[in-house]
């Protein structure tokens, strides 16, 4: 399995602020996904980082609340824009790829806005 | 995304006993994947299924992918202090590449 490394693993930001979180793997990947974990719940989809192009957003999610980069097949940013108290959640870089479809995940980026 | 029923939501079991937790959905999955989640860390895989009917083993744990590839049950016999964690179940729809959808977790907490 990939080894995931996200920066930082925690941050307590000001509302209306941006962070921006990124996600290094020891190898080249296929596919490289971000999650979002709000407090207590399961894990969301926010999008899909494509290398190359622009990344592909589930619904609910848009570009200019959460602009993703990826410009490699080892790293991707997600950047949490203009945040509020209700962007506090864990966020989760995945990845993918290879012959088989198990998706392996970073320990994560703790948020809090205050 | 599609939405998994995921069950129990919370088991609170003495040291030794087994467990038995599903998942079920509306839909077909491709392929169905179990994590555990610790307190500060990420998900951590522990079996992944690619067939219906598939029934794979690691360790303590057993988890089986239905015939119908709309379930999937993890069974973790002989239970110890270090099962503690948030069980996911996960779906991956044959569309959709390698993005999953996820059950709202089996909290496990287990006694000495």
């Known amino acids: 399995s990939a080894v995931i490394s996200q920066k930082p693993s925690r941050d307590i930001c000001q509302r209306g602020t941006s962070l921006t979180i990124q996600c290094q793997v020891d190898?080249?990947?296929?596919?490289m996904f971000w999650y979002r974990q709000q407090p207590g719940q399961s894990l969301t989809l926010i999008a899909t980082?494509?290398?190359?192009?622009?990344?592909?957003?589930e619904s609910g999610f848009v570009i200019d609340k959460f602009p993703i980069s990826r410009p490699n097949l080892t790293f991707s940013t997600l950047t949490v824009s203009n945040m509020s108290p209700e962007d506090s959640s864990i966020y989760l870089c995945?990845?993918?790829?290879?012959?088989?479809?198990?998706?392996?995940f970073g320990q994560g980026t703790r948020l809090t806005v205050v | 995304g599609q939405q998994l029923n995921q069950s129990p939501q919370s088991m609170f079991i003495q040291e030794g006993e087994d467990v038995s937790m599903n998942c079920t959905s509306s839909?077909?999955?491709?392929?169905w994947l179990w994590y555990k989640q610790e307190p500060g860390e990420g998900p951590v895989l522990l079996i992944a299924?690619?067939?219906?009917?598939e029934l794979t083993s690691n360790g303590r744990l057993t988890a089986q992918f239905g015939i119908t590839r709309k379930d999937s049950f993890l069974n973790i016999s002989a239970s110890i202090p270090s099962d503690v964690g948030i069980y996911f179940c996960?779906?991956?729809?044959?569309?959709?590449?390698?993005?999953?959808?996820f059950g709202k977790g089996t909290s496990l907490l287990v006694t000495p």
């Open positions: 995945s990845v993918a790829g290879g012959l088989d479809t198990e998706a392996f």
């Open positions: 190898s080249q990947v296929t596919m």
């Open positions: 980082a494509n290398q190359g192009s622009e990344a592909t957003y």
């Open positions: 839909s077909i999955f491709n392929t």
């Open positions: 299924l690619y067939k219906a009917g």
């Open positions: 996960a779906g991956q729809l044959s569309h959709s590449g390698y993005a999953l959808n």
